[in-house]
């Protein structure tokens, strides 16, 4: 295989354990160094490596009681907390099949995938349980997480279930907006995989370092760049239950923190919120994630830190295309790490430089991808081309080989002729005076084709000027591409793992602001 310097893992990889399943990660670091820092929860308790075994341990045993056995699909609705990663890391040594399940769904939405998933058992947040028995009816019992935390200690020993690379270790559910989403099957090799090579590439992890996320648990972003990657690493996990702007460098310094996982607005409230504040003393050198650039070489250069994009999706199980700290292509996303093979294709031709069509992956290592969607063979199979993985997304090579990612091929508008790219207009236009997002959706028009709506949060304690903003617009994108309306919003609609719900913005066209043309 040829080694690519922008995706080739540091040295220190070298050094992460060699397993079968994810419950083996912890006790092989447990061999090395029982006191060593595990995990710290912002505002709360701080466990060691001994600590946290020690809480999984009673789970396993309390989970065996339940009658939990190897195979069995757990349902987890929790956000972030101490029980949370004890329920996840105990279902999984369990070898029991993990489904954690979004809790910012509506309640007719959790409930489709806990009835869709087939769990034998839910282990939810108590402020979700009365929702997931309503849910489900007799038919699944609920169990209180913090059964879990609150069982009397039994066998300290963590014994952790023999399961194969090839078993499914975790079932995550897509974001879906209109219905149930995709639920995804991954398996303990595809899991592995993806969190050694963020690991390894993104992270550049060792057991010195000391990892943010504040992005929720259930979602299989803040999982491999957060909770897998410490364990392949021996990493210690620093884990918020939300993003605090305004809190946020001091927490990097009270505990710290080395590296960073984020998404786009996050850095784009970080940037405005301290734009006339000093920066605590941190330890922070590198930040990795995706989204839109709009402050990216400034917020580098304020923060004294390097900020590593990524690609990936839930069926890759997190960031599949990245590169180095330091060893980037500005606006990309990288390259292909080892275990996949990326192509661009349009029209079922490969693209060369320049020329965008459909991102389409596949693995190179057999098992580094999702095993198929679940109950859903109809699904599975429209989501492959002759091994390819179809993303659904735009992108486009650059002359030395770089991936540049555009828009969902449903985010783009088409307007009088044009091709217009949502994802596009969104960076230019978040980056005019008074604006702190925007989010760009394609409505009804009636000539046949789509008119562009722009919704708008303006800056925190400012009123939007929709005049001001269409002439801001003028100076800084093309005649055909000014939105016909304008809508201001409070905040963009988005779901728990910030997903923008670009139909809820289309449903209000009638509430915005119409140019006059």
């Known amino acids: 295989m040829t080694h690519d310097q922008v995706t080739e893992p540091y040295g220190g990889a070298r050094l992460y354990p060699t397993v079968s399943s994810l419950g083996e990660l912890l006790p092989y670091w447990l061999a090395q160094d029982t006191s060593a820092p595990a995990v710290s929860f912002v505002g709360g308790d701080k466990w060691n490596r001994s600590q946290l075994a020690a809480h999984i341990a009673t789970a396993l045993a309390q989970l065996d009681e339940w009658g939990v056995k190897p195979g069995d699909h757990l349902a987890i609705v929790c956000d972030n907390s101490p029980e949370m990663v004890v329920a996840l890391l105990a279902g999984i040594s369990s070898g029991a099949v993990i489904v954690p399940v979004n809790t910012g769904l509506s309640d007719e939405g959790m409930g489709a995938i806990l009835r869709h998933c087939d769990a034998m058992l839910i282990i939810a947040e108590s402020k979700y349980a009365a929702r997931c028995e309503a849910q489900v009816g007799e038919t699944v019992r609920v169990k209180l997480v913090t059964e879990l935390m609150d069982a009397p200690p039994r066998d300290s020993t963590l014994r952790v279930a023999k399961r194969s690379p090839q078993d499914p270790a975790m079932i995550i559910y897509t974001s879906g907006t209109t219905g149930l989403g995709k639920g995804v099957v991954l398996s303990h090799k595809a899991c592995l995989t993806a969190s050694a090579a963020c690991a390894g590439v993104l992270f550049e992890a060792s057991s010195e370092d000391r990892i943010f996320t504040c992005l929720p648990l259930f979602h299989c972003a803040a999982q491999q760049e957060g909770l897998w990657t410490c364990l392949t690493s021996g990493a210690e996990l620093v884990l918020d239950s939300r993003f605090r702007p305004s809190e946020f460098w001091d927490i990097m310094a009270r505990y710290d ?128 081309q002759d091994g390819w993985y179809r993303t659904g997304d735009l992108g486009s090579w650059t002359q030395d080989g770089f991936l540049v990612y555009h828009s969902r091929l449903d985010d783009v508008i088409r307007h009088r002729g044009e091709n217009i790219s949502a994802v596009e207009l969104e960076k230019t236009f978040s980056e005019l005076p008074g604006v702190l997002e925007c989010a760009i959706v394609g409505v009804e028009s009636e000539l046949g084709d789509q008119d562009i709506l722009a919704a708008v949060v303006p800056e925190t304690g400012t009123v939007l000027n929709v005049e001001d903003f269409w002439r801001a617009c003028e100076q800084v994108a093309p005649k055909y591409a000014i939105p016909r309306y304008v809508l201001a919003m409070e905040q963009l609609p988005k779901t728990a793992t910030h997903r923008l719900q670009r139909h809820l913005i289309r449903a209000r066209v009638s509430e915005a602001l119409e140019r006059q043309r």
């Not at 650039?293 to 900020?307: A, I, P, S």
Request: contains cysteine; aromatic residues 10%.
């Open 257 to 384: 923190v080395t590296k960073f996982h984020f998404i786009g607005p996050m850095l784009s409230a970080l940037w405005k919120e301290t734009a006339s504040q000093e920066t605590p003393a941190n330890h922070v050198r590198v930040a990795g994630g995706g989204g839109p650039r709009t402050v990216w070489e400034e917020f580098e250069k304020r923060f004294n830190l390097q900020l590593v994009e990524f690609y990936g999706m839930t069926e890759t199980f997190g960031g599949c295309v990245s590169h180095r700290p330091g060893r980037a292509r500005p606006w990309t996303l990288g390259r292909a790490m080892a275990h996949v093979e990326v192509r661009v294709v349009h029209d079922n031709a490969l693209v060369g430089p320049g020329t965008q069509g459909e991102i389409q992956i596949r693995p190179v290592t057999p098992g580094a991808m999702f095993d198929g969607y679940y109950k859903d063979a109809q699904r599975t199979e429209a989501a492959w």
